[in-house]
């Protein structure tokens, strides 16, 4: 187990030494065949690994690899935590980076920085695994800078062009913002519990007071926000769309986004002592849900209404996390990897067939051109849209019942989310693949074309397994469903009391209907025509104006006085000291410089009287 | 016939002032050096006086370094005023005097 777990972990970072040290000896196809390799071997170790896990009896293996850090009483091993939430976590991990790597191959084809991608991409698999599988904060926290790192990396990938660059810098800034929250909460933590791995955290987490534990969650939820990109933090992952669409899907589906998730279900045993603390982050995730999927109903550009249908669903996530129900937001974002990591190679295999177009108003009528994106994008919509059977519906479901257990209010906006999820989704689908072809200016008169199998075949397993995900929810593993095989994990609050079977049907019931109503309503007003300027508010599309208030509340003060450092306080005080010591030394220079004639009489002169006056003043002493 | 100290030590102040005069009065680069070693000589001779009236021999002594340091800076001095002389065909001092403020 111990040797499994270490090579789950390791197998990216040889990919990634490996192309680091041979990239240019190596053939572009030998690279990328390389780095999806080892990813997916880590994969079937990952497999293994669940196995021995199961049968294994206490379910949960600590594998010590050194001692790392041991300062005073701090001690932190390098010490891998397998138990069932982060194998899960390193199941989809692994499985969908595989996938995307195999994608890469074919949509990075012929880049420039080929081998310098799956440099990044290894490496950014390698820190999320490392963040999941550490037994302590420390070591997860290597891990989620990592991914911090690597995201900004990725994201401004095409660093020449200006808006990438700061696509990347913006990502890599708001992350930053967020990482001072777990900072605290980590700070905090040890100096009550003397210790920052999660068990022994866990085992003390009874002396934490009230106030104490209230910090270290919303600490925490300030990291989770940035990483996770709820509000207010939420900004940097619409932009994170300059990166290649394999980007995407990674950041996106299996890696930095579902980071603050994970790390606010690991950290459940300390949000089960606060209650304003959990409240908090389910109003946050719930509010972010709504507001995302607003935003995404006038996006014009096809990755930013995805981009902040992310946003949206991993709202749902914290909310889930917010009430308590850690096994179905875990749940939720194992669909959504599937389903949306589906979606943006789907959407990437549509802008590789469109020469790199991405506006929505450029495309339709694609359905035809391209035989396997079509049907495979089609499974994504009606998962995302929450249509019975596929997957979203189960888990969304899940979430959507313990919310009305929870709080009415909080599950009207979860149901008016999921409206909204239904109607943008369609409106993204009829606009790509329905009505007039709209396209032909973009791809210079030729039709478009399908993508090569390597971007292809991922689609399909993902479409498959969006399909099936929903079976996830019921009793598989040894007679468990995915809740009781995750739930040992979790500090469980007290249950809020179940909801009786008919009303858990009629939840449902309302669920798939809003998904349909949703649908309908987007099929009918935009199969009319691409330029619906009444459903397309401006305030939406400016992403209600959430930039421009960070720019004037934050970005224009900090100008301001960087502007005043520069005009006022640079010249006139720095500059003014250091000028201020030249010319004093200068003036008094000036002085002094007469005394030097050039004449020697005068020198021999001031020494004749400095003689004599030494001379007057020892007679004088003595006499 | 025996001189009294206080004679030489007179002599030797007159010396050191001639010296002193002729130093900060004269232009000419020998001059000045002669007057130099009017004036090195004229302690030379308070050294000389006061060895002979304290029975010291350390007096005796001295003169001899003074003497031997007069006769080296006189090498090196003589040196830089024909030097001098060649370039500028004056041994004026207050020509020289482009190392003022």
């Known amino acids: 187990m111990a040797a499994v777990a270490t090579l789950v972990l390791l197998m990216p970072l040889v990919g990634f030494l490996l192309v680091l040290l041979n990239g240019s000896f190596l053939k572009e196809k030998q690279v990328g065949y390389l780095g999806t390799g080892v990813v997916a071997v880590s994969f079937i170790l990952t497999v293994a690994a669940f196995f021995m896990l199961l049968g294994d009896s206490s379910r949960e293996v600590t594998v010590n690899l050194f001692s790392w850090i041991s300062v005073g009483t701090l001690h932190v091993p390098a010490a891998l935590l397998v138990d069932p939430l982060s194998i899960t976590m390193c199941l989809f991990v692994t499985g969908i980076s595989a996938l995307i790597h195999l994608y890469s191959i074919g949509y990075m084809h012929g880049e420039r920085d080929f081998r310098k991608f799956f440099l990044y991409l290894n490496l950014f698999v390698f820190s999320m695994l490392l963040l999941v599988l550490a037994n302590n904060l420390v070591l997860t926290f290597v891990g989620w800078e990592g991914v911090g790192l690597c995201s900004y990396w990725l994201v401004s990938f095409y660093f020449d062009r200006d808006k990438a660059a700061s696509a990347g810098k913006k990502a890599f800034i708001y992350n930053r913002v967020g990482d001072v929250g777990m900072l605290i909460a980590m700070f905090l933590l040890f100096s009550r519990t003397g210790t920052l791995t999660y068990l022994s955290v866990f085992a003390r987490a009874g002396i934490l007071t009230p106030?104490?534990?209230?910090?270290?969650?919303?600490?925490?939820?300030?990291?989770?926000?940035?990483?996770?990109?709820?509000?207010?933090?939420?900004?940097?992952?619409?932009?994170?769309?300059?990166?290649?669409?394999?980007?995407?899907?990674?950041?996106?589906?299996?890696?930095?986004?579902?980071?603050?998730?994970?790390?606010?279900?690991?950290?459940?045993?300390?949000?089960?002592?606060?209650?304003?603390?959990?409240?908090?982050?389910?109003?946050?995730?719930?509010?972010?849900?709504?507001?995302?999927?607003?935003?995404?109903?006038?996006?014009?550009?096809?990755?930013?209404?995805?981009?902040?249908?992310?946003?949206?669903?991993?709202?749902?996530?914290?909310?889930?996390?917010?009430?308590?129900?850690?096994?179905?937001?875990?749940?939720?974002?194992?669909?959504?990897?599937?389903?949306?990591?589906?979606?943006?190679?789907?959407?990437?295999?549509?802008?590789?067939?469109?020469?790199?177009?991405?506006?929505?108003?450029?495309?339709?009528?694609?359905?035809?051109?391209?035989?396997?994106?079509?049907?495979?994008?089609?499974?994504?919509?009606?998962?995302?849209?929450?249509?019975?059977?596929?997957?979203?519906?189960?888990?969304?479901g899940d979430i959507l019942t313990n919310v009305f257990e929870y709080s009415k209010l909080l599950w009207i906006l979860g149901v008016l989310t999921a409206l909204l999820t239904a109607y943008y989704m369609s409106r993204l689908f009829v606009l790509t693949f329905r009505g007039n072809e709209r396209f032909r200016e973009v791809t210079s008169g030729h039709d478009p074309h399908e993508s090569p199998w390597v971007m292809t075949a991922p689609l399909v397993v993902l479409a498959a397994l969006s399909i099936v995900g929903g079976i996830l929810g019921l009793p598989w593993i040894h007679h468990d469903s995915l809740s009781g095989f995750l739930n040992p994990t979790f500090g469980l609050i007290p249950a809020l009391g179940h909801a009786s079977g008919l009303s858990q049907v009629g939840l449902a019931v309302v669920d798939a209907a809003v998904a349909v109503l949703g649908i309908m309503a987007a099929v009918s007003i935009w199969s009319r025509g691409a330029e619906q300027p009444r459903y397309e508010s401006s305030f939406l599309e400016n992403v209600w104006h959430w930039d421009d208030f960070y720019d004037a509340t934050i970005g224009r003060p900090l100008t301001l006085a960087s502007q005043f450092g520069d005009d006022v306080i640079e010249p006139n005080i720095i500059d003014g000291a250091v000028t201020g010591v030249a010319v004093s030394v200068r003036r008094s220079a000036d002085g002094l410089r007469k005394i030097q004639s050039g004449f020697v009489r005068h020198y021999a002169l001031a020494t004749v009287l400095g003689l004599a006056v030494i001379v007057v003043y020892l007679v004088a002493r003595v006499g | 016939m025996n001189v009294p100290a206080a004679w030489y030590l007179v002599l030797a102040a007159v010396l050191f002032g001639v010296g002193a005069f002729g130093f900060l009065t004269k232009r000419s680069a020998l001059i000045m050096f002669m007057c130099v070693e009017l004036m090195l000589n004229a302690v030379n001779l308070t050294f000389v006086t006061f060895a002979r009236t304290l029975s010291d021999v350390g007096g005796q002594a001295t003169v001899f370094f003074v003497m031997v340091v007069a006769a080296a800076e006189v090498t090196v001095g003589l040196g830089i005023v024909v030097a001098v002389f060649r370039r500028r065909s004056s041994t004026s001092v207050d020509e020289l005097s482009e190392m003022k403020g």
């Open chain 1, 211 to 396: 106030t104490v534990a209230t910090l270290v969650v919303l600490s925490l939820l300030l990291g989770a926000t940035g990483k996770s990109a709820q509000i207010p933090l939420f900004n940097w992952l619409p932009d994170a769309m300059e990166g290649p669409t394999p980007v995407s899907a990674l950041i996106h589906a299996a890696t930095t986004v579902t980071a603050g998730v994970y790390l606010l279900c690991r950290m459940s045993p300390i949000l089960a002592l606060s209650v304003p603390g959990r409240t908090t982050i389910a109003i946050v995730g719930g509010v972010t849900a709504f507001v995302a999927a607003t935003i995404a109903c006038s996006q014009k550009d096809i990755k930013k209404v995805l981009a902040f249908s992310t946003i949206s669903q991993i709202g749902y996530m914290v909310l889930a996390v917010g009430v308590g129900a850690y096994s179905a937001a875990i749940f939720l974002m194992i669909c959504h990897a599937f389903f949306k990591a589906l979606l943006f190679l789907g959407s990437g295999s549509v802008i590789h067939s469109l020469n790199g177009e991405q506006d929505l108003r450029k495309m339709g009528g694609l359905q035809k051109y391209l035989p396997l994106t079509f049907p495979t994008f089609l499974i994504g919509w009606l998962t995302i849209s929450g249509v019975p059977p596929f997957a979203a519906f189960w888990s969304k």
